[in-house]
């Protein structure tokens, strides 16, 4: 029987929902509402759209793998997985999982998603890792094995990425059914969403909620007096300029980790950007701690290398340092590369979160002291990810978090010859940097791996694909009553999605 978006409503029709709001849904028994801070563009389950849709495909879509609140891989749609020899990954599905359409997850379904992704037309994200793949095995309805072209030591940590999820291959076009805990029961566009528990969820006991009410508050200081009046128990994104007011009081608890950064990337196809040289003046120039102060209240620290965490195996502490605040450095190398007195161009960000407004504003003071003149663009988020991903900058300001808490997460912002994206710079390709990023993947000793990532971040600061310019630390704050949500350790706060089926409401 043909599967429509009629039998998938239908399929949580039975489940446990109802819609109220204002203080009577205050009162709804298993029902959290969370305040987002933006509509999700799309939750398509392979695209990146950012990170309020990153929380929405966690809900409602699972992969073969995901991370535990250690940071630990775990099993989700796959229960086993090791590798045989340096080519080959097996995955062992769970005998239990099924689809909101109720069919089981089955080899042949992971199968079909991965050709999809790796599809010549696919705009998926993880489309070019796709491409390594040499052929993929099922030797039954519950046995995955990938063979890769060349060794692939992090392939793990890909499947387990929330731009990974897997979806039945009987989904109608563009209503992809997932396999996650919540379905989708209701939307209202640009405003909420509204799910509900999947009743056959392949972890017993899980999810503990019966409902989830999704709400977009794009303005963030909104966002906090929703929380404040109640109107939402759990909301992201908490601006750093609350944080302290929310820690001193008693009705609510405030989660924070500092993973999350924010960088600026380039269009290289553009005046003077195409030129190292002149990337690096820029990076050169930046005053990270002006924007650690004026955009999140000195709660983040400058960054000023290859974004790798101070608590990784592979960070260097003298490589992390190689952009250090030098304005005559800058003002030379704008000068050997024929500007001399600068020059004009713009800065991509968005007024709707305060922190990307208050970096570029100190971005652009920042190179107007070196003499180029920045105009500042600042539409809102789903304009900037469209800009961005068509390549209609000059200059843009992002803030995101790598793939996983492994340098190689940091492969999607760095490599030029992967498709579009408004996460990488536009037309900006360094071949040594892909060949070095390529050789890491494939080490799986963790000493040669080391040396390899080092020659990477020396790299990066002699061609700058990207200009790391500030960690931060990225907030959720809940009320008291809210149990079992945890923000995600260091690269891996945008996953904390994937606790809301530990979670509860009392």
Do not use: C
């Not at 060794?151 to 992809?176: E, F, K």
């Not at 409902?211 to 200081?221: F, G, K, P, Q, T």
């Not at 991903?389 to 912002?413: C, F, K, M």
């Amino acid at each position: 029987m043909r599967t429509t978006r009629r039998t998938l409503i239908a399929t949580g029709a039975a489940l446990p929902f109802l819609r109220l709001t204002g203080a009577q849904a205050q009162r709804t028994p298993g029902l959290l509402r969370f305040g987002l801070s933006a509509f999700p563009p799309s939750v398509q389950p392979w695209a990146n759209t950012g990170t309020a849709a990153a929380t929405v495909k966690l809900l409602i879509h699972r992969g073969l793998l995901s991370y535990d609140t250690k940071g630990n891989l775990r099993g989700e749609l796959a229960e086993e997985w090791r590798n045989e020899g340096a080519e080959a990954w097996v995955f062992r599905l769970r005998p239990n999982a099924v689809f909101h359409n109720g069919e089981p997850v089955t080899a042949s379904d992971v199968k079909w998603n991965l050709e999809q992704i790796a599809a010549e037309r696919s705009t998926a994200y993880y489309r070019a890792e796709m491409q390594g793949i040499e052929r993929i095995e099922t030797p039954d309805e519950r046995t995955v094995r990938i063979v890769m072209k060349s060794p692939i030591a992090t392939l793990p940590n890909w499947m387990a990425s929330y731009h990974m999820g897997m979806v039945s291959r009987r989904s109608p076009a563009g209503q992809p059914i997932g396999a996650g805990p919540f379905v989708i029961r209701s939307q209202e566009r640009g405003t909420s969403l509204d799910l509900v528990a999947f009743d056959k969820y392949y972890k017993p006991g899980l999810p503990k909620l019966r409902a989830l009410r999704l709400v977009a508050y794009a303005d963030e200081n909104l966002r906090v007096a929703a929380l404040q009046a109640g109107d939402v128990d759990l909301i992201e994104y908490v601006p750093w300029q609350s944080m302290a007011s929310i820690e001193a009081d008693e009705r609510f608890k405030l989660d924070t980790v500092d993973g999350p950064f924010m960088y600026l990337l380039f269009n290289a196809t553009r005046g003077p950007l195409g030129d190292a040289r002149v990337r690096r003046a820029i990076a050169h120039a930046i005053r990270r701690d002006d924007i650690v102060k004026a955009a999140f209240f000195g709660r983040g620290s400058p960054l000023e290398g290859m974004p790798i965490q101070p608590n990784s195996e592979f960070h260097d502490p003298e490589l992390s340092k190689g952009w250090r605040y030098d304005p005559a450095e800058a003002r030379r190398l704008l000068a050997e590369a024929g500007h001399p007195n600068g020059f004009s161009t713009s800065i991509l960000a968005t007024a709707q979160y305060g922190m990307h407004k208050n970096t570029a504003e100190v971005v652009q003071q920042s190179l107007a002291d070196i003499g180029i003149q920045a105009e500042l663009r600042l539409p809102d988020w789903a304009t900037r990810v469209s800009l961005g991903n068509r390549g209609q900058y000059e200059i843009a300001v992002n803030g995101t978090s790598t793939d996983n808490n492994d340098p190689d997460g940091l492969s999607n912002l760095v490599n030029g010859s992967l498709s579009p994206s408004y996460v990488r710079s536009y037309g900006l390709r360094v071949p040594r940097l892909e060949e070095l990023m390529a050789q890491a993947r494939a080490e799986f000793d963790t000493a040669k791996r080391r040396e390899i990532y080092r020659d990477a971040q020396r790299v990066v600061l002699e061609e700058v694909p990207i200009v790391g310019l500030a960690w931060r630390s990225q907030g959720y704050a809940m009320a008291r009553e809210v149990t079992g949500f945890k923000n995600m350790p260091g690269s891996l706060s945008f996953f904390s999605g994937i606790t809301l089926e530990e979670t509860a409401i009392g």
